[in-house]
């Protein structure tokens, strides 16, 4: 049971490339999302997802696009890279009923030049 | 969206009980407060949640005030591996089933051999 995993680790981009950050999860968790987390910041909310085929933006979803084709995969694609993309992604799942805890992955550290 | 206030930071000694307080004022009747922590350079990992009573489960116990506007997470006996940075989030419903979490910047905890 790996639980969340993410990939890369580490990536970094020119100013305007496109890329897909991976997340996979093999608990069978029907929720998903995207954060990403600033230096010396809490978590924001990108894109989340209730189930397969399901999608929807969080707080700061501008830049990015999510799809959702199978349970068990969540891909976070960068349309064009900016600066201000520079953060740390976290991935996150967890059954559905909300009050459950979500598990997170290990992150991407992404910089954006 | 109700918030929540925590000192920037606290520190205590190993071996010692640690009590994280956490300010929310304007939570609503059915928001859960849930504590997550995060130590260097991983995810996030879930610790502990509650709605009115007190709760206690392995890795910590939260007091939750009578009025609710403000809980308290309570190490038993931390260690240095307890050294993190401890979130205080209110759930934020937005589907019957679902919901997101609203990330304040948290309490880095520092623990003194």
């Known amino acids: 049971n790996a639980g969340v995993t993410q990939t890369p680790k580490f990536q970094v981009l020119k100013t305007g490339q496109s890329m897909t950050l991976q997340c996979a999860q093999d608990?069978?968790?029907?929720?998903m999302s995207w954060y990403r987390q600033d230096p010396g910041m809490g978590l924001r909310l990108i894109h989340y997802s209730v189930g397969a085929g399901i999608t929807d933006q969080g707080e700061v979803p501008n830049g990015y696009n999510v799809s959702r084709s199978t349970t068990e995969d969540f891909p976070l694609r960068l349309l064009s890279a900016a600066p201000s993309q520079t953060s740390v992604y976290f991935c996150?799942?967890?059954?559905?009923?909300?009050?459950?805890?979500?598990?997170f992955g290990p992150g991407t550290r992404l910089t954006v030049l | 969206d109700a918030k929540t206030t925590q000192p920037n930071s606290m520190e205590s000694n190993e071996e010692e009980p640690v009590h994280l307080p956490c300010n929310h004022s304007t939570i609503s009747g059915t928001d859960y407060i849930h504590w997550y922590r995060q130590l260097p350079s991983q995810g996030p990992e879930y610790v502990i949640h509650g709605l009115t009573s007190n709760v206690n489960n392995r890795m910590a116990s939260l007091a939750i005030a009578e009025d609710r506007k403000s809980s308290t997470l309570i190490l038993h006996r931390a260690t240095l591996r307890d050294a993190a940075v401890y979130y205080c989030i209110l759930r934020d419903v937005i589907w019957d089933s679902n919901y997101q979490l609203i990330w304040g910047a948290g309490t880095k905890l520092i623990i003194k051999p």
């Open positions: 608990m069978n968790h029907e929720y």
């Open positions: 996150a799942s967890s059954s559905t009923g909300g009050y459950n805890e979500q598990f």
